[in-house]
């Protein structure tokens, strides 16, 4: 985090993006159930639980009607959250490169304005060592890697407790 100077203000906002993602899974996931037994029973809808949900929202009563509302709905729930993990993805991997441009280019000025007898007490190659391999790696396998580990973990969790809320005996059995 000390390296990322400035630039962790950024992560506030990535977290309220994965927060994000983790929402769009949850209500895609908890659309999936509904939407196979609509498919699977269309004469049970109107006596479970979409039975007050379609009256209340003054939805069609035809079973074809509602099966083209229904799954368009879990299209565009997907349809965003892909897009959304997209802009995720572009989002991390700007900053990572970023993080890599910036980290160069301090290095580059601090090897510029050490005093020449100390600059002369290192190899050139360790230098360019430090600037190439080190920066790229701390770029791609700790700020990229990190922040695409915490996004899963989150959207991990949320799955784990909308399992956990509707249905427990399978979340206990997840967990042994």
Not at 18 to 39: E, H, Q, R
Not at 57 to 86: A, C, H, M, N, Y
Not at 87 to 98: C, D, E, G, L
């Amino acid at each position: 985090i000390y390296l990322l100077g400035e630039e962790k203000t950024k992560l506030k906002f990535l977290l309220v993006l994965f927060l994000v993602v983790s929402f769009l899974d949850l209500l895609g996931l908890g659309l999936i159930a509904p939407y196979i037994t609509f498919i699977v029973d269309p004469s049970g809808v109107k006596e479970g639980v979409l039975g007050p949900f379609i009256l209340k929202f003054g939805l069609p009563e035809d079973i074809l009607d509602l099966s083209i509302i229904f799954g368009t709905l879990l299209f565009f729930v997907f349809l965003v959250k892909v897009v959304v993990i997209i802009y995720i993805n572009y989002f991390i991997a700007s900053f990572s490169q970023y993080q890599q441009v910036r980290l160069r280019s301090h290095l580059m000025s601090s090897y510029q304005n050490l005093p020449y007898t100390e600059y002369l007490q290192r190899n050139s190659s360790e230098y360019i060592y430090s600037m190439q391999v080190l920066v790229e790696q701390f770029s791609s396998q700790v700020v990229l890697t990190g922040l695409r580990t915490i996004g899963d973990s989150i959207v991990a969790f949320a799955i784990f407790l909308l399992l956990a809320w509707t249905n427990g005996y399978a979340f206990s059995l997840l967990v042994v």
